[in-house]
């Protein structure tokens, strides 16, 4: 898996069980790779990239997940069925029918010598859905005892159930502005969010990301990076002012939309909130967040384990899922015009 955040690549070894309708899991080795600044770069810029260029980098991509993969393998000495990729989303606009993830499923099973599930996203994109999230099936398989999930990755996402359809959509904001700033200070990110908390609001910085035009539309809907440097990043660069000031800001609207969202669509007297991806390691927004939320709103942090690897382990369930032809992507999630069994087969040569 690696994700909008651009940190770098997750991978996991997980057993995946179904006794009668029930799935089950179990994580049992775990490895992430952080990418190179060079390589957070290439993969940032991709959507600037010409036809030849883009293919060109979705081969090597591909290659060097293969090899990520066999030296992951070989370390642990793991006996294993199939691999299932994400890739990396360079390209996202679901209204033009178009989603790429780089990442060649032939070229990663090649190098790796395994047979390789991939592109998830381009069946519902072809069927009129979003193409995301596609998290909210493993939501429902192997999380289905919370009231809400929540995914802080580089944007935030909610699933959950409503008249026995599973709901999800992208929120909005999540990582992805917070890591913009702190590059812009030489930081990856930050830690615990120890830089926001010292900070202020910043009034106009708030008004101006809480009247993102996206807020307004109704779900299904997702976004991706082009949204974020099309609409958020002149904001960003167009506000001067100190970056724990800036950071604290984004903190509080990131959780303000959360908490909207939550608190619309909340229905009990007491819900309860999973809370994972990276956001939920930067103890400043959880505290902002539950704050936001109240009393009526539980907010969870499960283990590291399942916060740093639980879309590995989606996509994971998801290839389960393709190779029994089940159910992986939910139209009632996507918009699109039928559930799908989604992801194309690779076998290696």
């Known amino acids: 898996m690696s994700g909008t955040s651009l940190d770098g690549l997750d991978l996991a070894y997980c057993h995946i069980a179904k006794d009668k309708d ?11 790779i952080s990418y190179t600044t060079e390589m957070q770069l290439e993969l940032k810029d991709a959507i600037f990239l010409m036809a030849d260029e883009l293919l060109t980098l979705h081969n ?8 990520q993969v066999k030296k992951f393998i070989e370390t642990h000495s793991l006996d294993v069925d199939y691999i299932a990729s994400h890739g990396h989303t ?22 790796c010598g395994h047979k390789v599930i991939s592109d998830f996203r381009t069946n519902d994109v072809a069927l009129g859905g979003q193409g995301a999230p596609l ?4 939501d429902r398989l192997f999380f289905g005892e919370y009231d809400f999930c929540l995914n802080l990755g580089g944007i935030s996402n909610v699933s959950f159930e409503q008249k026995g359809k599973r ?19 030489d930081l990856d990110y930050d830690q615990g969010g120890e830089r926001a908390r010292t900070g202020a609001i910043n009034p106009e910085l708030l008004k101006r990301l809480n009247g993102l035009k996206y807020y307004l539309l109704p779900h299904p809907k997702s976004i991706g990076y082009e949204w974020f440097v099309e609409e958020v990043v002149p904001i960003v660069d167009s506000t001067d002012d100190q970056i724990e000031n800036l950071l604290h800001t984004a903190i509080h609207h990131i959780c303000e939309k959360i908490a909207q969202q939550i608190k619309l669509n909340s229905k009990e007297k007491s819900s309860t909130l999973l809370v994972t991806g990276g956001g939920a390691l930067n103890d400043f927004l959880i505290e902002t967040l539950q704050e936001k939320l109240g009393s009526a ?13 639980k879309e590995a382990l989606v996509f994971a369930l998801m290839g389960a899922l393709r190779i029994e032809r089940e159910i992986n992507v939910l139209k009632s999630v996507t918009g699109a015009k039928k559930d799908s069994s989604s992801g194309v087969l690779f076998l290696p040569n």
Do not use: C
């Open 22 to 32: 029930q799935w089950s899991f179990d994580i049992l080795e775990t490895h992430s």
């Open 60 to 67: 090597e991509y591909g290659t060097w997940l293969g090899e």
């Open 90 to 111: 360079t390209h996202h606009q679901p209204k033009k029918g178009l989603t790429f993830q780089v990442g060649s499923g032939q070229h990663l099973a090649n190098t």
């Open 135 to 138: 998290v909210p099936i493993g």
């Open 167 to 185: 709901i999800a959509y992208d929120i909005g904001l999540a990582n992805m502005i917070l890591n913009y700033m702190t590059r812009k200070i």
């Open 297 to 309: 709103v539980r907010v969870i942090v499960p283990s590291k384990k399942i916060i740093d690897f």
